[in-house]
C-alpha cells in the first residue's frame, strides 16, 4: 500500500507537486510560495535551472490571481515575462500579487528571494482564471 503524500498545495497539480512547492500564504491578491532546490534542479554551474524557476513565478503569479475568486478551479498563463537577477540555491521563496482584474484576465507580477531577502528574479505575467465546467 503507497502512503498518500500530504497536499502542500491549494489544488492539485502534478508538476507542481514533482517540483515540492509549498503554499505558506494566500491572501486576496496576494501570496507566498516556498521551493528547496534539489541536485536534479541545478544547471551547470550548480545554480538553480531557469526553468524551474520560472515555473515558481509562474506559479506564485497565477496562485495570486486565482485567489480573487475561490470558484475559479485553475489558472492558465496567457503571457508571462521574467528577468534573472542573481543565482538561486537552497530554498527560494515566490510572492505574487495580482495587480490589476479586468473582466477575463488578471495581471500579476512577483519575485523570488532567498531565504536571507536578496532579490533573485521578477516577473510580471497576464493569467486567465478557469471554472468547473457545468453538466
Given amino acids: 500500500m503507497t502512503a498518500k503524500r500530504e497536499r502542500r498545495f491549494d489544488i492539485h497539480v502534478p508538476f507542481i507537486e514533482h517540483l515540492g512547492i509549498d503554499l505558506v500564504e494566500k491572501l486576496d491578491g496576494k501570496v507566498l510560495l516556498r521551493m528547496d532546490s534539489r541536485p536534479e534542479f541545478e544547471n551547470s554551474w550548480g545554480g538553480m535551472h531557469g526553468g524551474v524557476l520560472l515555473t515558481l513565478l509562474d506559479s506564485a503569479l ?3 490571481a486565482r485567489s480573487l475568486d475561490p470558484k475559479c478551479n485553475g489558472a492558465v498563463t496567457v503571457e508571462i515575462k521574467s528577468n534573472f537577477i542573481a543565482a538561486a540555491t537552497g530554498t527560494v521563496l515566490a510572492e ?3 495587480i490589476r482584474a479586468g473582466r477575463s484576465l488578471i495581471f500579476s507580477e512577483g519575485e523570488l528571494r ?3 531577502g536578496t532579490l533573485l ?5 497576464t493569467i486567465k482564471l478557469l471554472y468547473p465546467k457545468e453538466h
Fill in 114 to 116: 532567498d531565504t536571507q
Fill in 121 to 125: 528574479a521578477k516577473a510580471t505575467g
Fill in 96 to 98: 505574487g500579487r495580482a
Fill in 62 to 64: 497565477a496562485t495570486a
